[in-house]
């Protein structure tokens, strides 16, 4: 995967095109209804800001949600007091981390890794887990937003179902969702797992930012 050296961030504190993650993070961490996106080279860039954010993140599919209704006020709204979830992986398998945050403001709630030889569907098993979990013993029954399905089937199935081969350096993976498997199994839990849908909302507040 190219590496993205500029960004376009179509709403937030300050729009425009950044050459750097973190100048373009300056503009959009903890900022509602953030858009933005990643580009390797300042021509995709300057092409990109020049398309509206839906048409460049989701092409077709997004104009046709959009055509549906009236105006952006009148499209569907996540839930504000909820937690986000997601993860992040350079390779696959390669070095994974994942994260929870309040959905409202992006506060990070947790954080873990970075594992190696993981998968991103992996992270975003572990991910929902860990905030299904944190949201129980803190005695919270709110709304926990994932952008992945496949993690969402697996967590329903109780079971990861990753290809993943086991090696010495990914140990502590394999650990972690063996406890979580059995987390699934053991407990039960009132959050309602919501899908995050990128095509309407933009990236997903636990988004690490590396697209």
């Not at 961030?9 to 996106?37: L, N």
């Not at 797992?193 to 990128?198: A, E, F, G, S, V």
Request: with cysteine; charged share 25%; proline share 4%.
């Amino acid at each position: 995967m190219a590496k993205n050296n500029f960004y376009v961030v179509w709403h937030g504190r300050t729009t425009g095109i950044f050459d750097s993650w973190e100048a373009c993070k300056a503009q959009v961490d903890g900022f509602e209804g953030a858009q933005y996106k990643g580009f390797p080279t300042e021509e995709a860039a300057k092409k990109a800001a020049s398309q509206n954010y839906w048409q460049v993140v989701n092409g077709n599919k997004s104009a046709q949600l959009h055509a549906l209704f009236d105006s952006d006020e009148d499209l569907p709204k996540p839930e504000p007091v909820s937690l986000s979830v997601d993860a992040a992986c350079s390779g696959n398998p390669g070095q994974m981390e994942y994260r929870g945050v309040w959905t409202d403001n992006g506060e990070e709630i947790f954080r873990m890794g970075p594992f190696e030889e993981a998968t991103n569907n992996v992270g975003e098993f572990l991910a929902i887990v860990h905030g299904l979990a944190w949201l129980k013993k803190k005695n919270l029954v709110l709304p926990l937003y994932s952008d992945s399905v496949t993690a969402q089937a697996w967590v329903r199935q109780k079971k990861c179902k990753s290809q993943l081969e086991q090696t010495p350096k990914n140990r502590a993976v394999f650990e972690l969702i063996e406890r979580a498997e059995k987390w699934l199994i053991e407990n039960s839990y009132e959050t309602e797992i919501l899908k995050w849908h990128t095509e309407l909302w933009g990236e997903i507040p636990a988004d690490f930012g590396r697209k």
